[in-house]
């Protein structure tokens, strides 16, 4: 599940699947790719393993296997020969659509092939791909396939639980709908409702998005931020809500049950608390309780995702000359956890890491790289945060609140 360029990370840094990724022919391939561009290789991604796998015709039609030697067995994400028993897989049935998804779909022998791979058995609507009033509609759907691949592949090596409400949770699970506004009709609203996530087509379109940046005043807007957000919402309901998580949360995030509209509706009319800075992590963070929820939670996986590419490309900032002063355990949830010192740590890493990478945007004259500031409130709840995340990893269930046994909520 690992892979190998982690090894030389510290000890104290978490290890989640990387996005470095080599061919066969030793040339990098990238999360993305379907074909290596050096010398032709399939290319295929697969959840289960969370790597970018090269790839050779499988024994049967249409079939693949894990690229091997002629005579040899593949290789898997640890560099060790595979058993005899390789998996066989399909090329997700959206490869050649203009989703280009390069995941695959293992072929099973117990139950029904499935066509489609994990990520994209979520749809419930895609765009109409033969809408002659927008044919860009294919361009934007692929560009929100590929941001959500990225989602879901790190949930998965989150450990958390992703299944398709439309065909394999229907109580419990999640689904998209991407939806574009009529020229002339209602605005289509990006948002969660019972596991069922809408997204606006348009937000795909890098000049419409931009643009409501501005007019929204924001620091950061981006497809895969929108995903990282609505599926906050998402994970409260299935983590948090009617858990004896719950109390803590009302702690920190404060009272869920005041009325979300009317909050909506005062900052729209008011603006945001002027002192927001102090307490959140974003002014759209001190709108509701929920919304401060899925902010952190979509920063957590910024955090999360982005030290792992780190990593695994061997980028470390513990040696950069930086003025930084680190927090302290005292700013976490729970400064006493038998884990609190690992993520301490990561979280000092992180900041390191932003604020290299703040100069190197600056240094091109770009944005920052990460243009927000994380105040010790937004510390204790990213660490509750990453504590409920880490018990339904390490086997606590959903449900178990933080009296569960700690040694289950570490690193």
Not at 238 to 251: E, I, K
Not at 340 to 369: C, H, I, K, Y
Request: aromatic share 10%.
């Amino acid at each position: 599940m690992f892979n190998d360029s982690l090894s030389s990370a510290p000890a104290h840094l978490p290890r989640l699947a990387g996005r470095a990724y080599h061919c066969q022919c030793g040339c990098p391939v990238f999360f993305r790719n379907s074909t290596c561009l050096a010398c032709g290789t399939a290319l295929g991604y697969d959840p289960a393993q969370a790597s970018l796998l090269p790839l050779m015709p499988g024994e049967q039609p249409d079939t693949w296997v894990a690229w091997q030697p002629e005579g040899g067995r593949a290789p898997g994400p640890d560099g060790a020969a595979q058993p005899d028993t390789a998996a066989v897989y399909l090329r997700c049935a959206n490869l050649h659509t203009p989703a280009a998804c390069n995941w695959l779909v293992p072929v099973s022998q117990d139950e029904p092939q499935l066509l489609l791979c994990q990520a994209c058995r979520l749809n419930r609507t895609i765009p109409d791909l033969n809408d002659p009033a927008h044919p860009d509609n294919g361009e934007l759907w692929g560009n929100i396939e590929l941001a959500k691949r990225r989602l879901v592949s790190a949930l998965l090596v989150l450990g958390l639980p992703v299944a398709s409400r439309a065909s394999e949770d229907t109580e419990h699970g999640l689904m998209f709908d991407f939806l574009r506004s009529p020229d002339f009709g209602p605005h289509i609203m990006t948002g969660h409702d019972t596991g069922l996530i809408t997204l606006n087509l348009n937000e795909a379109d890098d000049a419409t998005r931009e643009a409501t940046r501005k007019a929204m005043h924001e620091p950061y807007r981006t497809l895969l931020g929108h995903f990282r957000h609505e599926v906050g919402h998402y994970y409260w309901d299935r983590l948090v809500a009617g858990t004896p998580w719950q109390q803590g949360f009302r702690a920190l995030f404060g009272d869920e049950s005041q009325d979300y509209l009317a909050s909506l509706q005062a900052n729209y009319e008011q603006g945001p608390r002027p002192d927001w800075a102090l307490h959140y992590v974003s002014a759209y963070a001190s709108v509701h309780p929920w919304e401060d929820w899925a902010e952190c939670w979509a920063h957590y996986l910024h955090m999360r995702d982005t030290v792992d590419t780190a990593l695994s490309f061997g980028l470390s900032a513990e040696s950069a000359q930086l003025e930084f002063t680190p927090f302290t355990l005292d700013a976490l949830y729970q400064p006493d956890h038998p884990g609190a010192q690992v993520f301490l740590d990561f979280l000092n890493q992180w900041t390191r890491l932003t604020t290299l990478l703040n100069e190197m945007s600056r240094a091109m004259g770009q944005p920052d790289f990460y243009p927000f500031v994380l105040p010790r409130e937004v510390v204790a709840k990213l660490h509750f945060i990453h504590l409920v995340v880490t018990s339904v990893r390490d086997g606590a269930g959903h449900g178990q609140g933080p009296d569960a046994d700690p040694q289950q909520s570490q690193f």
